[in-house]
Each structure stands twice: as C-alpha cells, then as structure tokens.
C-alpha cells in the first residue's frame, strides 16, 4: 500500500483531500450493494485510518450513507441533490416552458416558475404575456418566501418540522405597506394556500403589483417548485385574480404530471374566489 501521508500538491493547486474525497464517491457509486472500508482502502489504496475520516465526514454531509450496521456505505442523498440540481438546470426549465406560456397566454400577465434556493425561492424561467406593461421577472432572481406568492406556494408543501426549519429565521422586513409583519400572519396565509391550491401576494413585494402561485410537486409528491403570474394592481383586482384561481391550479397540476406526480394532494384550488387576503 502506497504511502497516503497528506501532502499538499503546490506545483498542480490541488487539495489532496478533496481528491480523496470525489475517488471515495466515486468508487462507491460503482457499487449499488455498497462498500466496505476494507474495500475502498484496498481499492484506492489509502490507509483505514485516513478514509475513515473522510468517510466520516462525507456522511455528516449526506454525501454517502451508512448501511444497516454501518460497515457498508453507499451514495447518499447529497449526491441525488446535486445530480437533481444539475438536471434542473438544464431540463426543467425546458419541461416547464410550455405551461408558462399557457398560463401566460390565458391570462396576458407575465408569468414565472421559481424552486426552493436555501430560504428564498428562485426565479427558473419566465415567459410574457400579451398584455401591456408586464411585470418582469429575470430568470436568477431570488424573492422571499413570506411575501412573495411563489414563496407561500412554496412553504405550503412543508410538514410542520420543515416548515418550522424554513421559517424561523424569517426577519419579516417590511418591503411595502402590505407586507405580512410576522409569523402568524404567514401562517395563516400558508394554511389558505393548502386550502385553496393557490397562494397571493396582494402588493406586499412590491406595492403595484399582484401574483397568483400555485405549488408543483414531482414524482415523490412533493413540492419542489410554483408557478405562478404577476399583474400590475391597477389591472388586476381581486375578482379579477380569483376568475384565474381554477386555470392557475389546474396548470400547476398538469405540470406536476409531467415530472412524475400521480397522487392528489391534500385540498384544492376554491372555484369561489379568493380568500379574505392575499
């Protein structure tokens, strides 16, 4: 066995670790029974000792996962995010073009599709409507959760622990004179939206504008992205906002379809209106 003292390789830039670390990954991502450390040692010819730090540390992250007693290891979920993150990238926004234009097209608003990013929800893609004087998102931008309707579309897939886990840490800055001053009154929006299928944001990002979202859940049922449109207020009032409530959410629905989901969720989109608040 090759001596595998750490070293660091200056000439080339390279952290030996690190590289450890992906040969690790990838050796076992080879083996869909998973590895023992005797294996990976044999196989990467690294001491016991070093690879069980590293093995250590990558499942503390995720990155590999302990089997039954813990002697075997396989991929763990850290890498299904990254691969999943890498396919958003470059399929999602593709599979969810035709819906924004859709809802674009019925509704003449510009229209958005935004995925969790940490604690803040990501504009993916977009697409414009026919109307005059729409309402631009640019694709890359982050919003917040509490008063964005893509963000209460969002938090509405959420059980309580994670919904606990994704709100608490919410400041609740005041970005107009609308926008919801704390955790109650959040949650009672969220509890609207699983009720209802749809969530609002009445001018409480920005004080000209209204938005419809509606959560889009995969394969697994949960929820991983919203749809939705803007409007500017003035064109836009709330009877106006609740003829599109069934459309917005039957969209959503036909979306997540498409990336895999079958079972109905819980509540649905009202046909009567729009609750008392956005």
Partial sequence: MRDDTEKPEKAAGRIQSLERAFAILEETARHRD?????????ALGLHTST??????TLTAL??????GDSKRYRVGRGIFLLASACHDEIELSNTVAPFLDRLAEETGESTHFAIWERDSALILARASGSKALQMTERAGTLRPLYCTAIGKALLSGLDEAEYETATHAIAFDAHTSNT?????????QVEKARHEGVAFDDCEYNAEVRCMAAPVRDFRGKVIGAIGFSGPVWRMSFSDMATYIPRTAAIAAELSE???????TPGGAAEDGRADSA
């Fill in 62 to 67: 995720g990155y590999l996962h302990a089997m």
């Fill in 51 to 56: 690879l069980y730090h590293l093995i250590k």
């Fill in 258 to 264: 498409s990336l895999g989901h079958t079972h109905p």
């Fill in 180 to 188: 919801l001053k704390g955790p109650t009154e959040l949650r009672l």
């Fill in 34 to 42: 998973g590895v023992t450390l005797t294996h990976l040692s044999r």
